[in-house]
């Protein structure tokens, strides 16, 4: 979407009534925490058989004493009529500024391309809308994740051609079969293994053939993992560090929880890396350096591959290897609002901004400053 088109669309809208707006899963209820903390309102969007966590649970009541953060909500069939001209019509009526979240890319990419999505989302979007298909490792004939992390100089995990050329422990990560949106996952240390694994769950409709031919093998980088949540601004031009998690997912919880003793019960159940939840969690202070050193080197290879680049909020997924020295290795990047809540529980915002700040009350916050200064037109697309 143009600049001129943002600011057509912003032409229309009442300024003192701006909505943040996202889809009703993720992190909108975050987003919609933010929105009031910022004097903003906010609307939800959510499908069928999906809305009472915001439409009863969240909702914002009055009386008797003042409770929930959820302000509307707009129901449809599917998440994928969001699309639809009526729907978005809607949303301009409303003074929606989209924040667009990972649940928002994968039920749309079900059914829409990534350009459909980009073409026919007629509501300025917080943040960089073209960048939001850089997530995927995929992507041909545009700027993926691979190409963003080589051009900032940010190691990550050594890509293998082929299953032929494995010669240490890699993690396979190739299109689930059955749960189009998620991934199957498997690790190998030799070809034979690799043959031997992925055959199993190609037997046990984990995985196709047609989707193991399309799988990213990376090396498996040891060491505890940390999602570095940052936050750069246009308005201040400046990155911060909203705080710090970890995830916890199934089934690999349980692989963790087990004792040796039932290693070989185990060994042919398939390892599952579908998202349960985040923890939050520190870094060593003398790692902080670093770490804003990687997240500036992306932000600025970001800015360069896709104009105008980063807008608010992104995560660089890594491992800490061991060293010495230690070193981050990155081997994810979320490009949009991170999927946790918890990074308020982490001290590196209030250490900026002398109190806890969560995410989705920063991205209100650079609303409201772009709003007040008039240069909303610098934080949508």
Same mark, same amino acid.
């Given at each position: ?24 899963? $993720? ?33 914002? $009541? ?45 039920? *749309? ?18 943040? =960089? ?14 700027? =993926?994740?691979?190409?963003? *992390? ?7 995990? $050594? ?75 246009? *308005? ?14 199934? =089934? ?130």
């Amino acid at each position: 979407m143009s600049t001129e088109y943002v600011a057509r669309a912003l032409a229309a809208y009442d300024r003192s009534q701006l909505a943040l707006c996202s889809i009703g899963s $993720h992190s909108a209820l975050e987003v919609a925490y933010g929105a009031r903390a910022a004097g903003l309102r906010n609307l939800v969007v959510t499908a069928k058989g999906r809305e009472q966590t915001y439409a009863r649970h969240f909702a914002v $009541h009055a009386t008797p004493v003042p409770r929930g953060c959820v302000d509307a909500v707009l129901e449809l069939g599917a998440f994928t009529e969001i699309l639809r001209d009526d729907v978005q019509q809607e949303l301009l009526r409303r003074n929606a500024l989209f924040v667009p979240n990972r649940s928002f890319e994968v039920y *749309l990419r079900q059914k829409h391309s990534y350009d459909e999505i980009e073409e026919r989302m007629l509501v300025p979007f917080f943040g =960089n809308r073209r960048l939001l298909r850089a997530e995927e490792r995929e992507e041909r004939g545009r700027v =993926n994740q691979y190409e963003l *992390l080589q051009r900032a100089g940010i190691r990550h995990p $050594h890509q293998f051609a082929s299953p032929a050329e494995i010669d240490r422990l890699v993690m396979v990560k190739a299109p689930h079969a059955r749960v189009s949106f998620e991934r199957a996952f498997f690790l190998a240390a030799s070809p034979g293994e690799y043959r031997r694994v992925s055959g199993r769950l190609i037997d046990d409709h984990v995985l196709t053939a047609e989707a193991l031919a399309t799988a990213i093998i990376e090396e498996y980088a040891l060491g505890p993992s940390v999602n570095l949540n940052f936050f750069y601004s246009p *308005l201040l031009r400046e990155l911060e560090l909203c705080g710090t998690d970890t995830r916890r997912q199934t =089934n690999l919880e349980g692989f963790r929880s087990l004792p040796p003793s039932a290693f070989e019960a185990v060994r042919d159940i398939a390892m599952s890396l579908e998202e349960a939840g985040h923890v939050a969690v520190t870094i060593l202070e003398s790692m902080l350096e670093p770490a804003f050193e990687m997240g500036e080197r992306f932000v600025a290879a970001a800015r360069e591959m896709s104009p105008p680049g980063v807008i608010g909020p992104f995560a660089l997924q890594c491992v800490i290897a061991a060293g010495p020295p230690k070193e981050l290795i990155c081997y994810d990047v979320s490009l949009r609002i991170p999927g946790s809540p918890g990074t308020r529980f982490t001290p590196y915002s209030a250490y900026r901004w002398g109190r806890d700040v969560s995410v989705g009350e920063r991205i209100a916050m650079e609303v409201v400053m772009a709003r007040d200064t008039d240069r909303l037109e610098d934080v949508l697309t």
